[in-house]
Each structure stands twice: as C-alpha cells, then as structure tokens.
C-alpha cells in the first residue's frame, strides 16, 4: 500500500490556527481522517496495520523500528537484539524492505512535524514584521537560522552539490531540520492521545462499529449508569468508551505500561466499580502495545479479588512480541508465549472479532 502522504488529494490543507497546535486535540482528530481517505479498506485483520502505519515509529539512535525504552535498546544490550526481530518480523509483516520501513511508518507525527514545518517556513505574520521593524536593515538573524548546521551540511555535501544553494533554501532547509529534532520530545504527548484517537478512528470504520456509540476520553459520570465524583474529588475520564444499550465496555489505551500506570488500573478500576450506578457489570479492557514481558505478564494474571481485573488484555499484534523475544528464553518470556496460546493475551484483531460476533448474535 503506497502511504497516503505520498498521494494527491485528500483533505484541505488546515487553517493556520489549527496548525499551529500541531499536537493538539483538534489535529490529532483531523490527520486520521486524512490518513483514512486514501489508506485503503480497514478491516478487522487489517486494523493493526493501520495502527503502526500511523504510530510506530523509528528510533533515531537504533534506526530500528521503537519497541522498548531507547537507552536499554542500544547494540550490545539485549533489547537491541529484540529490536532487530521485531524490525524484521513487521518489515515483513507489512511487506516493506527493512530499510524503508520508516517511510511507511510514525505518519500521524510525520504529518504534525510537516504542518509544523510549514507554518515555521510561511507563518511570518504582521506582528513578526512590526516586532522586526525597528531593526531591519542591521542582518539579525532570522528565525530557524543556524550557520553551524549549514556549516555541517555544506562539509559533507558541498562538493557533490552541482548548484549552491541560495541562502534562503539553506534557512528553509534549517528552519525544517530545526522543527524536526526539537518537536521529537512531543512524541510521547502524541503517541499518548493519539493512541486513542487511532483506535478510535479505526473501530469507527469498521461495518460492526454502528452498533456501539464511541466515546473518546469521556468523563465516567458522562457515560451511562455511572454516579458523578463527590464534590472535592477529582472526575475520571475514560480513554475510549463503547457503549451498547445495557452493555458498557470501558478501554484503557496505554502504547506502553510504565510502573506508574500498572498502579492506575487498579485504581481506576476502583473508582469505576465505586461510582457504578446501574447495577451491571461493564467490562475493562487494557489495549496496549507493551513488549515487556513482565510488564505484559502482570497484564494478564492482575487481580481484584476472585476475578482477573480485566476483562481483556489486547496487544497490537503479540505476533510481533514473540517475534522480538526469537527462540523460548526463560521466565516472562515463556509465560507469554502461553498467554498468546490460550487467549489471555489477545490480539487487536482478536478483539474486534469478539466485538463483531458480539453484535451479530
């Protein structure tokens, strides 16, 4: 499938407002939708690719496809080895050449660095001339100039350069450069919301999905058969709801499950079974693209009380996690392996096979 970025048409460009908050909300709902007109048919085996088309991304230090923190993945350690497999098994998977994966994957950031570019490179307003005014003519610098980048660029490529570029395409060519690295600490603000808007997005085109109402980071009070928090406590919000007449599934989106959000669940948990008004169970599901094997272990055997805290552990694609694991190691690794098996750790196409037979029967 030829990524849409690099095909016509599509939606308008967005307004210079919209633009500017690049990683906001209203962005986040908008590139989806443009990813979305030209990807292709979203069907329930296909529904993870489109999920790491949009979200995985490349690690800069490794140059391999991210599946674990970056200082614990670099060659030597164990996880770059891990790496290496999952880069191979998805490279494969998706029928893209090793080397080009990154062209075909992380379009949601991609596009929001673009967008940011953009503005970076047209965005001079009148207040910028008014603000510059008093000073013209004296060679202040312009905004995303950088002579020691130029000077770098020029060493490596000045003599293979037939034409010398004017020093207006090198400022350009800075100002995008610039964007790019200093918008990558924003990828975990993205990749975190943005999780859910992608999944959100991707259920909302599937032929089923008209039997559920989706709702995006609702607060709990706002969804059927729930008490509202007490006055002085802090409301929950819900990643992604699906709500079926009596039937209320409640989705915990986490890309990945740090120490700090293992300890959320069963609070969030806590509060939802507290403030339950309707006198009904509802099911909590965590969908996650973990690879840790400890971590995704104590997913699938967490407990509250007699009964597994979640309904559901759905992962993007376990395929890839036993795929970065290679041949049995010992201890987490191997328990995974058995959670694949017997269902405990399920896949997003899994999943979404059990909601449509769900609405079918």
């Not at 296909?46 to 490794?62: F, G, M, N, S």
């Not at 009148?126 to 603000?131: E, M």
């Not at 599934?249 to 806590?270: G, M, T």
């Not at 376990?318 to 690794?333: D, F, I, T």
Request: hydrophobic share 35%.
């Amino acid at each position: 499938m030829t990524p849409p970025a690099e095909q016509g048409g599509g939606a308008p460009e967005p307004a210079q407002e919209t633009v500017s908050r690049a990683f906001g909300a209203d962005n986040r709902a908008r590139l989806p939708a443009r990813y979305f007109t030209h990807a292709g048919e979203v069907t329930t085996g296909k529904a993870w690719q489109h999920v790491y088309r949009l979200l995985l991304w490349i690690d800069r230090t490794t140059a391999l496809a991210h599946c674990y923190e970056s200082d614990k993945a670099q060659p030597g350690r164990p996880w770059y080895a891990r790496s290496l497999g999952f880069h191979s098994w998805v490279s494969d998977a998706l029928n893209i050449a090793p080397a080009n994966l990154g062209e075909h994957v992380d379009w949601l950031f991609r596009e929001a660095v673009k967008d940011l570019a953009t503005k970076a490179l047209t965005g001079r307003t009148t207040a910028y001339a008014s603000q510059r005014a008093s000073y013209e003519g004296r060679g202040f610098p312009e905004p995303g100039e950088d002579p020691e980048l130029v000077a770098i660029i020029k060493d490596v490529l000045g003599k293979r350069t037939p034409e010398e570029p004017s020093v207006e395409e090198y400022r350009n060519l800075t100002r995008r450069i610039t964007v790019y690295m200093t918008q990558e600490n924003k990828r975990r603000n993205l990749v975190g919301e943005g999780f859910e808007d992608v999944l959100s997005a991707v259920v909302r085109r599937l032929p089923f999905s008209s039997g559920f109402e989706l709702r995006n980071r609702s607060l709990l009070h706002d969804l059927p058969g729930f008490h509202p928090p007490s006055p002085n406590e802090k409301p929950k919000r819900v990643d992604l709801a699906l709500i079926s007449g009596n039937e209320r599934i409640l989705v915990s989106a986490k890309w990945s499950i740090r120490a700090d959000r293992e300890e959320q669940f069963h609070s969030d948990f806590e509060t939802y079974a507290r403030l339950e008004s309707a006198g009904r169970d509802f099911a909590y599901t965590l969908i996650t693209n973990e690879f840790d094997a400890a971590r995704l272990k104590a997913a699938c055997e967490r407990r509250r009380q007699n009964a597994p805290l979640f309904s559901h552990v759905v992962h993007i694609n376990p395929a890839g996690v036993l795929a970065a694991y290679g041949n049995p190691e010992r201890g987490s690794s191997n328990v995974i392996r058995s959670h694949v098996a017997n269902g405990h750790l399920m896949s997003l196409e899994s999943w979404l096979e059990f909601l449509e037979q769900k609405k079918n029967n």
